[in-house]
């Protein structure tokens, strides 16, 4: 039986990137939140993880955004959201 994870961090990277000049995905967000569960499941059916003006439905098996809402809005085109496993500095 696999564990969800308790914590995430979501990326807001947009999706084309003329030159990242070698930079990782991870380095092109435009902003960046960790998410702690929040003990719901969001109308996806997955669990709902919240933090930092950030609410999402995430697929722990898949680290897939399955729903999203950035201060209350749905996100701008254009834009693209990933999930990381949250690592403590």
């Given at each position: 039986?696999?564990?969800?994870?308790?914590?995430?961090?979501?990326?807001?990277?947009?999706?084309?990137?003329?030159?990242?000049?070698?930079?990782?995905?991870?380095?092109?967000?435009?902003?960046?939140?960790?998410?702690?569960?929040?003990?719901?499941?969001?109308?996806s059916g997955y669990?709902?993880?919240?933090?930092?003006?950030?609410?999402?439905?995430?697929?722990?098996?898949?680290?897939?955004?399955?729903?999203?809402?950035?201060?209350?809005?749905?996100?701008?085109?254009?834009?693209?959201?990933?999930?990381?496993?949250?690592?403590?500095?």
């Open positions: 039986m696999s564990t969800v994870p308790r914590r995430f961090e979501i990326l807001l990277v947009p999706e084309h990137v003329e030159d990242r000049g070698g930079a990782a995905v991870e380095d092109s967000a435009v902003r960046t939140a960790v998410v702690e569960m929040t003990g719901e499941r969001g109308a669990p709902r993880y919240a933090g930092h003006g950030i609410v999402a439905d995430v697929d722990p098996d898949t680290r897939t955004v399955e729903a999203l809402l950035v201060d209350g809005s749905e996100l701008d085109y254009g834009l693209t959201a990933l999930v990381r496993d949250w690592q403590p500095d």
